[in-house]
């Protein structure tokens, strides 16, 4: 990739001397970073992977998080948890329907990373479409749920009784690995629409969108270290996320037993909540 | 003159507490004729009482004078399956296919049943168990009985709770249930269970098998299809059999969370549901504001309620600093009026450890306790010669992170902790692997929300502790497990949605 992009920069110098016929404008090329805290670093390991799309493409040097990383991603979530919680479930459904705008504003270049990573063009419609729509149901479910399940108990004592759902804590996602948008987008809204705040590993194979999205999600209002994304292998990752003793939930997606089985076990380390999705929730 | 007025009346404040206690009362057992304790029980499966596989039994012993009560069967993987296939075969050929109204009758059945023979329950859950008559009597039997009665009324209404949904039973429910409430743990996991369609494996302690066996005659006697309650003995191994039974559908288990974490293991890779109802190390936290006197009440009864045996017992008191030493002089004062003693008088306080066992690992703590450096008080009062007991015990001067402060006791043991700011003490409340149940005691009405909110435990009483009620949901954050019971929380656990 390197090379490349030497090549074209000395054609364009050579242009403007000898005079030849206008070459096309180079491209900016966007490194991909992950999201940690609010911020964009790459991984603190300085690895990094080249995944490929079916044509045989390099899609970009993406970032090979490591341990470290998705440990330092926790210690955002956790920090970023009283606040987000203590968010009024109105404040929650307003920064969910600005991603929905964001994400709309932003639906070219989201198509166009799709097709990149093999989907068609009307797929790639489809997805961004749904994921929209999706982030806008969610924003409003923020101030809804809680009217659903919570009650005022009868308690047959002289008491004031009552109940009401509160966010778990910290939850560590494996997204669906198939798709690179709306699988994410799935298992995130609801989990940041609760009020919790999670660290999510993007699709191995098709990281790209997971990336941009965390630029939406950045200019959402939405405060640093609520969502934190990481790029990587889920092979290497996620023991430690089924592992680590300050997460409180973890998120898989995929109908791969044996890790299902992994992620159960692990959990119980800290007796966490262990959500396994049906596979249609990742498919647009 | 005015100084020293001020400084009589903050004296005046921390006097001894007149409780009269040259009071003494004289014995006033409960009488065991009224209950019929069978020498000898197998197991309840498919509505009949079967020998255990193994041909084994071990003993209940009473923890109060150490004689042996019964003995029953100790089950192993063959009385296991039994009890599952049963269960299974009823949820397929009876249970399921009975209309909803019919099922509700029958546990409402079974909860007037429970009270019919109320006060034998509470004597023979006293002798098994060694908590005071007076708690069996007035809290266990009872809130098990309205566990049945509320739990009865869903059976028909579950299309209501969930709008829109269709809900389905799970199947066999594999319950496992600890022995510190033992009669009411039973009913707290079959009624709920029962009322979504569900059919029971229960096993209860190996401690406290006896009421759960007197459950089992009532379900008998209340025609219950058989096989829809199967109720078998015996100790983890038994446990285990059912937790790592293929044809269960669902766990419910209460009991410590190393237990909890070892099931949540076995059932990885599994299709098994589980809710997990674990260990607790709650904080009780006095404002200085707070109506002193009954915040002291309320500390009491939070820490030496049922001998501690509580997994969401008050065992961690924060009190404000400015009101420390008072509340401390208040509680010691009213520890010497706890009576200490026979399980079965009606007059006693605190009854038996539940076990020798148990008693080891109180007085382990105690002596981890001092070590660390905590000051110990106890009562004064003289335990009887035979039998578990412990005298009602509190450490001041206890560090955050003091064992005593972190870890669980399950016993009458009070680690008291100061704190100066709101911030501070939810802080310190939190900092604790477990979040089951906490308690706030202020007269202001912002503090209690503000305090709710940010504590992270399953249940926050104000102003009152360790109160329990069928239509309230019950469950922990972090280690103390997930799940709720109680309420139509416990229904979503036990349905599956179409």
């Known amino acids: 990739m390197e090379k490349t992009i030497k090549k074209s920069s000395l054609s364009i110098s050579n242009n403007g001397l000898e005079k030849k016929p206008a070459a096309k404008r180079l491209e900016v090329l966007k490194t991909y970073k992950i999201y940690i805290g609010g911020q964009f670093p790459r991984t603190e390991s300085g690895r990094y992977y080249i995944p490929v799309n079916a044509a045989g493409e390099k899609l970009a040097n993406v970032c090979l998080c490591s341990r470290k990383d998705f440990r330092d991603a926790v210690v955002s979530a956790r920090g970023a948890f009283s606040g987000w919680s203590g968010r009024a479930a109105f404040n929650r459904s307003q920064i969910l329907y600005r991603m ?59 008491h004031f009784n009552f109940s009401v759902p509160e966010p778990t804590g910290v939850v560590a996602i494996i997204a669906p690995q198939q798709d690179s ?21 993007a699709s191995e194979t098709k990281p790209l969108c997971a990336v941009t999205l965390a630029e939406v999600l950045h200019s959402s209002d939405l405060p640093g270290g609520v969502v934190n994304i990481l790029t990587g292998k889920p092979a290497e990752l996620q023991s430690w996320m089924a592992d680590h003793m300050d997460v409180n939930a973890t998120i898989y997606c995929e109908n791969n037993s044996e890790v299902q089985q992994l992620i159960q076990q692990k959990s119980a380390q800290n007796l966490k909540r262990v959500f396994l999705c049906r596979k249609e929730l990742g498919k647009p | ?43 309840f499966i498919n509505g009949a009482w079967v020998k255990p596989a193994g041909g084994k039994y071990f003993d209940s012993i009473n923890p109060a004078n150490e004689e042996k009560l019964s003995e029953v069967a ?45 006060r034998e329950l509470a004597i023979i859950e006293t002798l098994d ?67 979504t369609g569900n059919t029971v494996v229960l096993k209860p302690a190996e401690t406290t098998p006896l009421t759960a066996l007197k459950l089992a005659e009532i379900i008998q006697e209340s025609d219950l299809p058989p096989g829809v309650v199967n109720i078998i003995t015996g100790a983890g191994a038994t446990g285990a059999d059912i937790v790592n039974h293929p044809d269960i559908n669902k766990i419910a288990f209460t009991g410590s969370t190393d237990v909890g974490k070892l099931i949540q293991r076995a059932v990885a890779g599994t299709n098994k549901r589980v809710t997990l109802e674990l260990g607790g190390k709650a904080a009780n936290i006095i404002f200085e504001d707070a109506p002193l006197d ?41 520890m010497e009026t706890l009576i200490v003693g026979d399980p079965l008088d009606k007059n006693t306080d605190i009854g038996a450890i539940n076990s020798r066992q148990q008693l080891d690992t109180i007085q382990r703590y105690i002596k981890i306790g001092k070590q660390e450096g905590a000051e110990m008080y106890e009562s004064s009062c003289r335990l009887p010669g035979k039998g578990f007991f412990c005298r009602p015990t509190l450490f001041t001067n206890v560090a955050q992170s003091n064992r005593i402060a972190q870890e669980e006791i399950f016993g009458p043991v009070l680690s008291v902790l100061t704190f100066r700011t709101d911030d501070e003490v939810i ?72």
């Not at chain 2, 296919?97 to 019919?116: D, H, T």
Request: hydrophobic share 40%.
């Open chain 1, 181 to 201: 948008l709306l699988g994410l987008v799935s298992v995130m809204a609801p989990v940041i629409a609760g009020g919790n705040t999670c660290i999510i590993l």
């Open chain 2, 1 to 43: 003159m005015a100084v020293k007025a001020k400084k009589t009346a903050r004296k005046s404040n921390t006097i001894k507490l007149k409780f009269d206690t040259s009071w003494s009362y004289d014995p006033a057992p409960e009488s065991k004729s009224a209950a019929s304790i069978k020498p000898k029980y197998d197991h």
């Open chain 2, 74 to 118: 100790d089950g192993n993987e063959a009385d296991v399956n039994k009890a599952v296939s049963a269960a299974r075969n009823a949820y397929e050929q009876t249970w399921q296919k009975m209309p909803a109204k019919e099922r509700a009758k029958y546990i409402f059945r079974i909860a007037r049943m429970v009270q019919e023979k109320a």
């Open chain 2, 294 to 334: 009954q915040a002291v009440e309320g500390v009491i009864n939070g820490i030496y309620f049922n001998q501690g045996h509580v997994c969401c017992a008050g065992s961690r008191l924060y009190v404000q600093e400015s009101v420390a030493k008072q509340v401390i002089r208040k509680l010691k004062d009213r």
């Open chain 2, 129 to 195: 168990g060694g908590k005071p008559i007076r708690e069996s009597r007035d809290f266990d039997v009872p809130t098990a009985a309205n566990h049945f009665f509320y739990y009865a009324g869903w059976a028909d209404k579950l299309e209501y709770a969930f709008p829109n949904r269709k809900t389905s039973a799970l199947g066999v429910a594999g319950q496992i249930i600890p022995w510190n409430f033992p009669l009411l743990m039973a009913a707290w996991k079959i009624a709920p269970a029962l009322a």
């Open chain 2, 427 to 498: 802080e310190k409340a939190n900092n604790s692997p477990y979040g089951l149940s906490a308690g706030v005691w202020t007269d202001k009405g912002s503090k209690i929300f503000n305090l709710t909110k940010r504590m992270r435990a399953g249940v926050v009483w104000a102003n009152t502790f360790n109160k329990f009620d069928p239509t309230s949901p019950f469950g922990g954050y972090k280690e103390s497990g997930f799940g709720r019971e109680g309420g139509f929380a416990w229904v979503i656990a036990l349905c599956e949605f179409n």
């Open chain 1, 100 to 158: 929905a705008e964001m994400l709309e504003g932003r639906k070219a270049q989201f198509i166009e990373e799709l097709m990149k990573q093999d989907s068609t063009k009307s797929k790639a419609e489809k997805e961004v479409n749904l994921a929209i729509d999706r982030l806008i149901y969610y924003a409003g479910w923020c101030d809804k749920f809680q009217q659903l399940f919570s009650a005022v108990n009868p308690v047959a004592s002289s």
